[in-house]
């Protein structure tokens, strides 16, 4: 660790290390900075979403109930613990926590993108595809929505707006593994339907 990082602020340097999968090292700096103030909304928030990131959702959600207990205005508490929620497929838990998020920090599109993707899964696939579109116009770049919305679209069968945001994604990102993937799948499924609407 060379002197420059030495004096970066702790939770920098922990978002640092979580950017590079460093995802023990990132908790170990936040829970040195709890010590010495137990009210840092900001480390319960970054281990939250490290433990997110290992996928251990029972400790992601302990520590964002603790932030929310000292914050329940966070926009980011709230959408972490939405995301949360979501990676469980507790679709209901992970709406209502969305919508505050959203409700505290409007047109933000991850906020967006995620609330999307609940709502489709959840309750509504119509209204979720236009919030997904919503996140999109807002980063239409952005591989990560491309991917969920083309994922939506391939589950609605709406091949041809799937296979026109994945060729879109693959411009962005050419080496995306994943976009190639869902482009492979929706293109073998748009054969298959039509083989079905042609005989």
Same mark, same amino acid.
């Given at each position: 660790m060379d002197t420059e990082e030495f004096h970066l602020d702790p939770l920098i340097q922990a978002d640092q290390l979580k950017l590079q999968g460093?995802?023990?090292?990132?908790?170990? @700096? +936040? &829970? #040195?900075?709890? $010590?010495?103030?137990?009210? +840092? @909304? &900001?480390?319960?928030? &970054? @281990?939250?979403?490290?433990?997110? =990131?290992? %996928?251990?959702?029972? #400790?992601?959600?302990k520590a964002l109930k603790q932030a929310l207990k000292i914050n329940p205005r966070s926009a980011n508490s709230h959408y972490l613990m939405g995301f949360t929620y979501s990676s469980l497929g507790e679709w209901e838990k992970s709406i209502k926590h969305l919508e505050v998020a959203d409700e505290i920090q409007p047109n933000h599109p991850e906020i967006l993108r995620c609330l999307g993707w609940s709502i489709f899964h959840g309750s509504n696939k119509a209204k979720g595809l236009i919030l997904l579109e919503r996140s999109l116009a807002m980063a239409p770049d952005d591989v990560l929505i491309i991917c969920d919305l083309a994922v939506c679209y391939l589950n609605d069968r709406q091949f041809n707006r799937t296979i026109q945001l994945l060729t879109h994604a693959l411009k962005v990102e050419p080496d995306n593994e994943k976009a $190639?993937? +869902?482009? &492979?799948?929706?293109?073998?499924?748009? %054969?298959?339907?039509?083989?079905? =609407?042609? =005989?």
């Amino acid at each position: 660790m060379d002197t420059e990082e030495f004096h970066l602020d702790p939770l920098i340097q922990a978002d640092q290390l979580k950017l590079q999968g460093e995802h023990f090292d990132a908790i170990a @700096i +936040c &829970e #040195k900075v709890l $010590r010495n103030d137990l009210d +840092c @909304i &900001e480390a319960y928030e &970054e @281990i939250g979403d490290n433990y997110l =990131s290992l %996928r251990e959702f029972d #400790k992601a959600m302990k520590a964002l109930k603790q932030a929310l207990k000292i914050n329940p205005r966070s926009a980011n508490s709230h959408y972490l613990m939405g995301f949360t929620y979501s990676s469980l497929g507790e679709w209901e838990k992970s709406i209502k926590h969305l919508e505050v998020a959203d409700e505290i920090q409007p047109n933000h599109p991850e906020i967006l993108r995620c609330l999307g993707w609940s709502i489709f899964h959840g309750s509504n696939k119509a209204k979720g595809l236009i919030l997904l579109e919503r996140s999109l116009a807002m980063a239409p770049d952005d591989v990560l929505i491309i991917c969920d919305l083309a994922v939506c679209y391939l589950n609605d069968r709406q091949f041809n707006r799937t296979i026109q945001l994945l060729t879109h994604a693959l411009k962005v990102e050419p080496d995306n593994e994943k976009a $190639r993937d +869902c482009l &492979e799948t929706a293109l073998f499924f748009q %054969r298959e339907f039509q083989k079905l =609407s042609d =005989s």
